[in-house]
């Protein structure tokens, strides 16, 4: 075991604050190749995202998918990318913003990505810095998966592994069957109903993972049908007024499916002119909804003869979802989000000076 280096120097007695760390996936630091290439190397470096046998996966990755896929996704990051950068990171530090006013400064939040930054490590040292002890790791994916939830705990606990005093971690697994979270997404999807006349068709698309991972005990096929037929429950849909599919694989393995891009030139040619598309696996837009649903597959529904392929907006930074995310927390605290003052046992004064007197 790694010898445990010296915590920084805290008081014994200071009160024992509640934190939440938000995370996410991540993004590039800028639309350029180079950034991208650093951003992809990190992510697709990660043994929970790419599970294939590290001999055989370094020569693909540095020799086929570094060299050349950053170049093409540039053009699509520059499609999407803001005045505050990219859309992901943007609309994360609104939803930090936003948690941070509904939960009060006595309870610090942070934001962490898992590839890239601000780094999960530097959200906790935050944390830890603003007297955070008790703390929520909330990764903002509704649907547990391996791939994304399982690879921020590991991240924390890769962070927290030489520490001598281990703050109290309660790791959030996921909400895609919450009465709250559902809630939300159907009110958004009345609000596009109201303000765009409604759709013939309600397609909700998840990314996609590789069926090995659902073959090997991945929940995040289940849960992403739960969370689609609650919604169309709320929502009263017929069972042929609205189809799930998954989006954005990579590569030829065979992942999770009916595939997005298949379904809508199915839909198009069945006849189908105006179809409203949701994607409630995403907490925040990003680049696989805003340049690959809103965007590309448009296009490619009026390429197969469809009208319109109306993207619905991500819950983001919306008041329903915030308040959602708070309630989410007061639940990990048992409600008392208050700092508990720990047993003074010892003042700081009384510490130092035994540490002086050497004992
Ligand atoms: C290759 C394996 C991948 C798995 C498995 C995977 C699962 C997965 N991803 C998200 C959420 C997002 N993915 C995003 C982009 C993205 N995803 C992969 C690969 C896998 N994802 C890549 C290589 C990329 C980069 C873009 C590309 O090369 O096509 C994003 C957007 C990031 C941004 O900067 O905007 C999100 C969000 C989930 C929820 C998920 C499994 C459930
Ligand atoms: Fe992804
Ligand atoms: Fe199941």
Redesign the pocket.
Known sequence: MNTAPSDPVRAHDQAQRCGVLLA?????DAPTPAA?RR??AE??GDPR??EIPRALWWPILYGFILPF?PRR?AH??QS?WTAEG????AISRAQQRGLQSRLGDAVPVALGMRYGTPSIGAALDELLERGARRIAVLPL?P?Y?A??TATVFEAVVDRVRPMRWWPELRFVNGYHDESAYIDALAESVRAHWARNGRGEHLLMS?????VR?LQAGDP?YCF?QKTARLLAAALDLPPDAWTLSFQ?R??RAK?LSPYTDLVITRLARSGIKTVDTICP??S???????E?VAQRYNEQFRDAGGSALRYIPALNADDAHLDFLADLVHRQFGGRLTAQVADPHASAAERVAMLQRGF
């Open positions: 996410n996936l991540g993004t590039p991208i951003y992809l992510f697709l995202v790419v896929r996704l699509a990051y999407i990219s859309p992901l990171l994916y649907q998966s791939t994304t998840f990314h996609s993972i590789p991972c995040y992403s954005s990579i590569g992942w696996g995403f925040a837009d990003c680049l696989e909804t805003l690959e």
